[in-house]
């Protein structure tokens, strides 16, 4: 098995890891703002319409459309998790970020001659962790269905 020096795997792995989760936190921050700025505009202005509404099919059908579109869309922000994923992911670039820094610097815990052996069990941790929670955030809907 070839090893993998310090360098490569800073390169490879930490930066690599570091920048995906950066674009999934933002990604998910990016839809979650957009989607809640959508419900809130369209629930402020159903009441707004109903004040119009008096026997205008058109404004009842419009006030009935952005009744759904509310409905549709706090559906999706419950299902999709959209700001707990950009919340974690931001945590997890953040934790990843400073493991790196603090080897970079030497600082402790890096500051023993078997750093970069500390730094991949740490970096490792992390990521699995990360893994697991997803895997388990994943899988709950599923566990509240069933006992349900």
């Known amino acids: 098995m070839t090893k993998i020096s310090p360098d490569e795997y800073l390169e490879q792995r930490l930066n690599d890891q570091i920048s995906w989760y950066e674009g999934k936190s933002s990604t998910n921050r990016r839809w979650f703002k957009r989607l809640r700025f959508v419900e809130i505009v369209a629930a402020a202005i159903i009441p707004f319409l109903s004040g119009f509404a008096g026997d205008s099919l058109p404004i009842k059908i419009a006030i009935g459309v952005l009744g759904v579109v509310v409905a549709v869309i706090a559906a999706a922000l ?15 670039a953040e934790a990843l970020k400073t493991e790196k820094f603090l080897f970079l610097t030497q600082a402790e815990p890096y ?12 970096v490792e941790a992390l990521l699995s962790k990360e893994r697991t929670d997803w895997v388990q955030s994943m899988m709950k809907p599923s566990k509240e269905k069933n006992s349900a």
């Not at 419950?78 to 997890?92: F, S």
């Not at 500051?111 to 740490?122: E, G, N, T």
């Open 111 to 122: 500051d023993a001659s078997d750093a970069f052996h500390l730094l991949v069990q740490r």
């Open 78 to 92: 419950g299902l999709l998790h959209l700001q707990e994923h950009w919340i974690n992911y931001r945590a997890t």
